[in-house]
């Protein structure tokens, strides 16, 4: 099935409206933007060659309460700043309709990042995690499906730290989700 989210463009905000906005979260959001560093000159000089490339927009589907927007989407922001590719934020919920195409394991999981032709026509997805932190997070709910299990809060907090201490493993965050995007936006 592929997907248009033609309708959607013009419908975001702007990445720093969205920062300017945010009602949770704002100054760990602020702290990952402006602590951002580029890890590999080759990722810099790449995201900076797609100033030419004028048949792709991007739109991210975040919400300020997320611990993994908080992590990612600074980063994400930060790289695509030097693309120049058209960006928007769609928060998730106003645009549900939207985080329906792009469930993770059959939940509502942010961010999504999705990258589009200008017609709308979506060329592909990155999201919700790293693939690295994103594993603990599939094994967790193969092993535990069970949400009412009397264990599951307390097993699901130990992965969520879990989880947090591999955003930062190697080069942290920015490493993994910039190679992670480069590697996305490379096949289109």
């Not at 760990?28 to 990722?43: H, I, L, T």
């Not at 980063?75 to 309709?97: P, Y």
Request: charged share 30%; proline share 3%.
């Amino acid at each position: 099935m592929s997907v248009n989210v033609s309708e959607k463009f013009g419908k975001g905000v702007a990445p720093r409206q969205f920062m300017e906005s945010m009602q949770r979260n704002k100054e760990a959001f602020a702290q990952g933007y402006e602590n951002f560093v580029w890890v590999s000159e080759e990722d810099r000089e790449f995201f900076e060659s797609l100033n030419f490339r004028d048949d792709l927009r991007v739109l991210i589907l975040a919400a300020d309460w997320c611990g993994d927007v908080v992590r990612s989407v600074p980063v994400i922001f930060r790289a695509l700043e030097v693309s120049g590719l058209k960006t928007e934020v769609l928060i998730l919920e106003d645009h549900q309709d939207v985080m329906d195409y792009f469930l993770t394991m059959g939940g509502r999981s942010v961010p999504i990042v999705i990258v589009a032709d200008t017609g709308g026509h979506v060329l592909g997805h990155w999201g919700p995690r790293p693939a690295h932190v994103q594993a603990l997070m599939v094994d967790f709910k193969r092993e535990n499906p069970d949400r009412e299990a009397f264990d599951y809060e307390e097993k699901i907090g130990a992965v969520r730290q879990r989880m947090a201490e591999r955003y930062e493993e190697g080069a942290g965050v920015n490493a993994s989700v910039v190679a992670e995007l480069r590697a996305l936006i490379s096949g289109m």
